[in-house]
Protein backbone atom coordinates (compact mmCIF):
# COMPACT_ATOMS: atom_id res chain seq x y z
CA UNK A 1 0.00 0.00 0.00
CA UNK A 2 1.13 3.75 -1.04
CA UNK A 3 0.46 6.41 1.45
CA UNK A 4 -1.54 8.82 -0.41
CA UNK A 5 -1.65 12.57 -0.07
CA UNK A 6 -4.95 13.71 1.58
CA UNK A 7 -6.38 17.47 0.18
CA UNK A 8 -5.74 20.45 1.61
CA UNK A 9 -9.05 22.82 2.00
CA UNK A 10 -9.08 26.31 2.01
CA UNK A 11 -10.78 26.89 4.75
CA UNK A 12 -8.03 25.30 6.78
CA UNK A 13 -5.47 28.02 5.78
CA UNK A 14 -4.91 31.53 8.20
CA UNK A 15 -6.84 34.35 7.14
CA UNK A 16 -5.52 36.49 4.56
CA UNK A 17 -5.70 40.15 3.99
CA UNK A 18 -8.47 40.91 1.48
CA UNK A 19 -7.10 42.87 -1.66
CA UNK A 20 -9.54 44.39 -4.11
CA UNK A 21 -9.12 43.08 -7.97
CA UNK A 22 -10.94 45.46 -10.38
CA UNK A 23 -10.28 43.03 -12.98
CA UNK A 24 -11.91 39.66 -11.40
CA UNK A 25 -15.79 38.58 -11.88
CA UNK A 26 -17.72 39.45 -8.37
CA UNK A 27 -18.51 35.44 -8.68
CA UNK A 28 -15.29 34.58 -7.79
CA UNK A 29 -15.62 36.22 -4.53
CA UNK A 30 -19.42 35.13 -3.55
CA UNK A 31 -20.93 31.88 -3.19
CA UNK A 32 -23.84 31.53 -4.15
CA UNK A 33 -26.38 28.79 -5.54
CA UNK A 34 -26.52 29.04 -9.09
CA UNK A 35 -22.89 28.93 -9.85
CA UNK A 36 -21.94 25.76 -12.14
CA UNK A 37 -20.39 23.47 -9.41
CA UNK A 38 -23.99 24.21 -7.45
CA UNK A 39 -25.68 23.76 -10.81
CA UNK A 40 -23.84 20.87 -11.95
CA UNK A 41 -24.54 19.29 -8.85
CA UNK A 42 -27.65 19.15 -8.79
CA UNK A 43 -27.78 17.73 -12.38
CA UNK A 44 -25.39 14.96 -11.47
CA UNK A 45 -26.66 11.36 -11.73
CA UNK A 46 -24.11 9.51 -10.07
CA UNK A 47 -25.23 6.72 -8.07
CA UNK A 48 -22.70 6.59 -5.55
CA UNK A 49 -23.58 3.78 -3.78
CA UNK A 50 -23.92 1.49 -6.44
CA UNK A 51 -20.73 2.84 -7.88
CA UNK A 52 -18.42 2.02 -4.40
CA UNK A 53 -19.74 -1.02 -4.29
CA UNK A 54 -19.16 -1.98 -7.84
CA UNK A 55 -15.83 -1.12 -7.33
CA UNK A 56 -15.59 -2.98 -4.27
CA UNK A 57 -16.78 -6.24 -5.95
CA UNK A 58 -14.06 -6.27 -8.50
CA UNK A 59 -12.22 -9.41 -8.44
CA UNK A 60 -8.91 -9.59 -7.00
CA UNK A 61 -7.33 -13.17 -7.84
CA UNK A 62 -3.95 -11.99 -8.86
CA UNK A 63 -1.76 -8.84 -8.68
CA UNK A 64 -3.18 -6.66 -11.53
CA UNK A 65 -7.28 -7.14 -10.39
CA UNK A 66 -5.97 -6.07 -6.95
CA UNK A 67 -3.98 -2.88 -8.10
CA UNK A 68 -6.80 -1.95 -10.30
CA UNK A 69 -9.73 -2.89 -7.48
CA UNK A 70 -7.81 -0.46 -5.21
CA UNK A 71 -7.71 2.22 -8.00
CA UNK A 72 -11.30 2.50 -9.00
CA UNK A 73 -11.90 2.06 -5.06
CA UNK A 74 -9.66 5.38 -4.51
CA UNK A 75 -11.21 7.09 -7.48
CA UNK A 76 -14.41 6.98 -6.56
CA UNK A 77 -14.03 7.17 -2.88
CA UNK A 78 -11.99 10.31 -3.61
CA UNK A 79 -14.76 12.00 -5.94
CA UNK A 80 -17.40 11.05 -3.26
CA UNK A 81 -15.60 12.92 -0.74
CA UNK A 82 -14.70 15.71 -2.91
CA UNK A 83 -18.79 15.96 -3.88
CA UNK A 84 -19.57 15.34 -0.35
CA UNK A 85 -17.57 18.29 0.95
CA UNK A 86 -18.56 20.89 -1.85
CA UNK A 87 -22.57 19.67 -0.84
CA UNK A 88 -21.57 20.40 3.03
CA UNK A 89 -20.13 23.80 2.25
CA UNK A 90 -23.63 24.63 0.59
CA UNK A 91 -25.69 23.09 3.09
CA UNK A 92 -23.88 24.95 6.22
CA UNK A 93 -24.14 27.82 3.49
CA UNK A 94 -28.11 27.57 2.89
CA UNK A 95 -27.87 26.76 -0.75
CA UNK A 96 -29.44 23.86 -0.57
CA UNK A 97 -32.65 23.16 0.91
CA UNK A 98 -33.98 21.12 3.13
CA UNK A 99 -36.36 17.89 2.72
CA UNK A 100 -37.69 18.83 5.74
CA UNK A 101 -38.18 22.61 6.21
CA UNK A 102 -41.13 22.55 8.42
CA UNK A 103 -39.11 20.84 11.37
CA UNK A 104 -36.38 22.05 13.28
CA UNK A 105 -33.31 23.24 11.85
CA UNK A 106 -31.11 20.56 14.34
CA UNK A 107 -33.06 17.94 12.74
CA UNK A 108 -33.02 19.06 8.99
CA UNK A 109 -31.77 16.66 6.20
CA UNK A 110 -30.77 17.96 2.65
CA UNK A 111 -30.45 15.76 -0.32
CA UNK A 112 -27.92 16.79 -2.99
CA UNK A 113 -26.07 15.36 -5.52
CA UNK A 114 -27.41 11.91 -4.88
CA UNK A 115 -25.92 12.51 -1.56
CA UNK A 116 -28.09 12.82 1.82
CA UNK A 117 -26.85 15.35 4.26
CA UNK A 118 -27.49 15.62 8.02
CA UNK A 119 -26.16 17.72 10.77
CA UNK A 120 -24.45 16.79 13.67
CA UNK A 121 -27.13 17.47 16.42
CA UNK A 122 -28.85 15.50 19.51
CA UNK A 123 -32.11 15.61 17.73
CA UNK A 124 -34.31 13.67 19.69
CA UNK A 125 -32.38 14.15 23.06
CA UNK A 126 -30.56 10.81 22.54
CA UNK A 127 -27.08 11.69 24.67
CA UNK A 128 -28.77 14.61 26.88
CA UNK A 129 -27.53 12.44 29.81
CA UNK A 130 -24.06 12.91 28.73
CA UNK A 131 -23.39 16.06 27.67
CA UNK A 132 -26.22 16.37 24.62
CA UNK A 133 -25.16 17.98 21.15
CA UNK A 134 -21.58 17.45 22.44
CA UNK A 135 -21.65 14.18 22.82
CA UNK A 136 -23.83 13.49 19.74
CA UNK A 137 -20.48 14.82 17.84
CA UNK A 138 -18.12 12.64 19.24
CA UNK A 139 -20.70 10.10 18.63
CA UNK A 140 -20.66 10.58 14.72
CA UNK A 141 -16.98 10.26 15.13
CA UNK A 142 -17.21 6.76 16.44
CA UNK A 143 -19.29 5.77 13.53
CA UNK A 144 -16.95 6.29 10.87
CA UNK A 145 -14.33 4.47 12.96
CA UNK A 146 -17.08 1.52 12.87
CA UNK A 147 -17.54 2.07 9.05
CA UNK A 148 -13.75 2.08 8.75
CA UNK A 149 -13.23 -0.93 10.60
CA UNK A 150 -16.06 -2.71 8.73
CA UNK A 151 -14.41 -1.80 5.36
CA UNK A 152 -10.92 -2.62 6.25
CA UNK A 153 -12.38 -6.14 7.16
CA UNK A 154 -12.71 -6.32 3.25
CA UNK A 155 -15.79 -9.26 3.44
CA UNK A 156 -17.19 -10.46 1.03
CA UNK A 157 -20.78 -9.59 0.75
CA UNK A 158 -20.30 -7.12 3.54
CA UNK A 159 -21.62 -3.80 2.61
CA UNK A 160 -21.34 -0.20 3.71
CA UNK A 161 -22.75 3.10 2.72
CA UNK A 162 -20.01 5.46 1.77
CA UNK A 163 -19.65 8.24 4.85
CA UNK A 164 -17.68 11.44 4.97
CA UNK A 165 -17.89 14.24 7.98
CA UNK A 166 -17.64 17.61 6.96
CA UNK A 167 -17.00 20.34 10.12
CA UNK A 168 -17.46 23.34 8.20
CA UNK A 169 -17.30 27.21 10.08
CA UNK A 170 -18.90 25.06 13.65
CA UNK A 171 -20.96 22.36 11.89
CA UNK A 172 -20.48 19.02 11.60
CA UNK A 173 -22.33 17.81 8.50
CA UNK A 174 -22.49 14.34 7.57
CA UNK A 175 -23.20 12.97 4.20
CA UNK A 176 -23.74 9.19 3.26
CA UNK A 177 -24.73 7.99 -0.06
CA UNK A 178 -27.89 6.93 -0.83
CA UNK A 179 -28.91 3.31 -0.96
CA UNK A 180 -30.23 2.41 -4.54
CA UNK A 181 -34.08 2.81 -4.89
CA UNK A 182 -34.87 3.92 -1.12
CA UNK A 183 -36.25 7.38 -2.32
CA UNK A 184 -38.23 5.93 -5.22
Known sequence: VIPVPYPTFTWCKPPTDHTYDTLRAEEA?????????????MMSSRDWNEELQSARELPQSNLHEKIVRDRTIFRVTCDFVSMAIKGAQA????????????????SRMFLWNNIFFSLGFDMKDHYGA?????????????DLRGISLYQSLD??????????????????????????????
Open 29 to 41: YVPNSTSDEMSLG
Open 91 to 106: VVDGNIPPLNAADDKK
Open 130 to 142: FGGDAAAYAAIAG
Open 155 to 184: TEGLHTLGTVIVDYRGYRVVGQSIISGILS
